[in-house]
Each structure stands twice: as structure tokens, then as C-alpha cells.
């Protein structure tokens, strides 16, 4: 061989090393085209650590969406806190609490994971005044956040007992701090601790948290909202047990969605009969007239109230007022048309005499029964009558353990349909 052929065969076998150790590096099948082969070695490493960047980044924002779906369930589900809680603390790779704060803390809205009762009482009573970083955040605006190691040194931890004696003996170290949610009310702040000997709170970290903050935010204002509105609705309820006004909330075929206890006795007295799952009155007359008056409180528009009479199993004449129980506003996000029925309780004609043989209660305490069925309260009874609250209850406890109740809106029924066959087995049972 001459020597052009010697020098091509020399080419031809470091290019093909070149390409080999090329592919070493890439992995094979990396290359596949000409360009490919023309770009420089170090571009091509770049642009696949680009792509590895990328995917990592697009796993990330999968789980902080992941974490964003969650963070609303907790609005109507409390107990999917836990769970969030959980999930930062794998994306932040420290242990994540929630603390209620005011002037001080007033408690962990949610302790970390690894946290235990006497963890929590331990922060509350000794060491919240010497975490620094809660400190810090007292004024801050919601989103406001501090990494504590730019607050204290490490050796000044060693000064403080928040540092020292919490975090040290547990393992845990540098914190950061951010304002989930700040109201009238208090103030909502997130903490994250991570392991001793773990490096700070890097940039990827905090733009996490900093990302989930405004919908943790939004969920905990949800969760009030709701609450607010559900103390608003017992409270009502409350205030309509006391008046001893019947409450049924119907759907517009007759199915009964909520029944307070006054309503229950009613119900009990013959109001109205179950006719597979439905209710209705019993008289024809009068079940048209409520039905008319179920359609009436649930159009879709134009939803009116209308007020009508029903007999009960006793003969006693009832008002009842139908009236449309729908959410505010023009869009219902397709919830159920519904009517709440409320009605007056009238005062029950008892046969005390009969109550009073059948279950051998004494004098006192079927004039109790009476006064329970009427919908009296035990401390209003006593102090009518001129006896001590204590005696009252004593009597009421004797009357329950006489007729088998455990309830006063069992006593109610139990008084309003004069004890009743089934009642009388069971006592003799």
C-alpha cells in the first residue's frame, strides 16, 4: 500500500475512535445524522443536560400541581392537610408545620409529620419567643419569607433555646418561614426545618413554596368561608329548635334531604307518610296542595313560597310555609332545586295519666315528659316549677332510663303518639 492509502486508512480509523468515544459519552444511537457528527462534542453534552433540566423541571411542575389539586380538597375535606403537609415536605426535604399566630402563637394549624402532643406543647409554652424567624414575620404581608439563617449564625444557635434545645435534640436545623395567609383574624405562617449538616434553602426550593403560597392561601380563606357558613346554619337551626319550629328540607319529588327534631316529631305524629322514599300527606286533598306547593318552590325561575295546612294523625290542623332553598345567584353549578318546609309545633294533648301508668313515672317526672314534649327546655322547666336544675335532670334521667330513650326528641315522639305498642313491647322485653 502506497503511502495516500496508508494515510487514508489513518484517517478513516481516528475518526472512527473520534465517533466511538462520542458515543461512550452520549450513549449509543446519539448520533444519527451528519450534523450531528459536524457539532462539536461539548455543544452537544450542553444541550443534553438542557434536556435532562427540562424533564426534571416538567416532573416538578407535575407535583407542584399535584400538590395545588390538594391543597383545595382541604377547603371541604380537613383531614387532607395531613397530606398536604406531606408532600412539601418531599418537595422541600425538611418537615413542614402551620402555625396560627397572633402575638404569639396560638397553635399549630398543622403540626409536621414526625410532630407529637408533647412536641407542640413544648414549642407553645417554652420556645416560640426565641424563634426568630416567627418573630420576624409578626408584621410581614402575606408572602413575605426568611431563610433564619440570615437572622441568626450558627453559632448564635447555639445561644438560643428555640435552636438548641427544640430543633438541635430532634435533628433539625436551618428553617424557612413563609406567610401563607393573613387576615383580621390571624395569621397563618408555614415552616419548613430541614436535617443538621443539610446545605440551605435553594433557589428551586423557595420558588416552590413561594408558587403554592397564594392557592394555600386561597384554601384557607375557602375553609373559613365555609365554616363561617356552617356555624351560621346550626346556629339558625338552633335558633328554630328553640322556637319549636319544624324544619323539612324536600327535594322537588318528595325526598327528604334534612329533618331537624322538631321536624322528626312531627313526622312521628303523621304530618306526613313515607311512600317509597317520598314523602306525602296523607289526606289527597292536602298532598296536592303540597305538591303544588314543592313545584312552586322549585322552579328554576320564579321560585315562590306559598303557605298551606296539613292535618296531623291527632286532627290538629298544621301551617306549613313552602319556601325556595337555593344557592344565591344566577349560576347554581347544577345543584339540586330544594324546599324547606317550617311549621310551628302545636302544643301536644298528652295523655299524661296513660304515659305515667304505662312507663311508672311519678307525678314529677311525667309532668316533666310533658313539659319536654312541649318543647320546653329542663332548665326553663325547673325554674317555672321552683325545683333545682340538678333535680330536673334527675327526673329526666329516670324518665329515660323508664321509657328507653336516649334522647329528649325520642321523649317528644314517645309523648306525642301516647307511648305507642312498640314502645310497650320493648319496656316489657
Known sequence: ??????????RTSSVRRRSSDIERVKGPGRITSPEQRRTPLALRIRERRKDMGRVAMTRDEDELNAIVDLIYDTAVAPERWRDVAGRLERLARGRVAFLAQDQRPTGFFMPCSEAQGPDIAEYLERHWSTDLAMRHLRGAPEGGSIVDSRLVSDEGRQRLGFYRDYLAPRGLHRGYYTVVCRDDDSTVVMGV??????DDFEADCTRAIAFVQPHLSRAIRLAKRLIAAEAARDASLAAMDEAS??????????????VNRFGE?????????????????????????????????TRS?????????????????????????????LMHLGSEPLAMLTFAVP????????????YGLTTAEARLLEAVAAGERVGDYAARVGVQLTTAKTHLRSVFAKTGEQRQAGLVRLALRGGGPALRVDQAA
Not at 325561575?301 to 325556595?324: E, S, W, Y
Open 1 to 10: 500500500m502506497n503511502g495516500a492509502g496508508r494515510n487514508k486508512v489513518r
Open 193 to 198: 426545618h430541614r436535617p443538621d449538616k443539610t
Open 245 to 258: 319550629i319544624g324544619v323539612i328540607v324536600l327535594s322537588h319529588d318528595g325526598v327528604a334531604r334534612f
Open 265 to 297: 316529631a312531627q313526622l312521628a305524629a303523621g304530618l306526613l307518610s313515607s311512600r317509597c322514599g317520598r314523602w306525602a300527606a296523607a289526606e289527597g286533598r292536602e298532598d296536592r296542595a303540597l305538591q303544588v306547593a314543592l313545584s312552586k318552590a
Open 301 to 329: 325561575i320564579g321560585a315562590v313560597a306559598t303557605t298551606f295546612n296539613l292535618t296531623d294523625r291527632r286532627g290538629h290542623a298544621v301551617k306549613v310555609t313552602a319556601m325556595p332553598l337555593r344557592p344565591a345567584g
Open 347 to 358: 302544643a301536644p294533648d298528652l295523655d299524661v295519666d296513660g304515659l305515667r301508668l304505662t
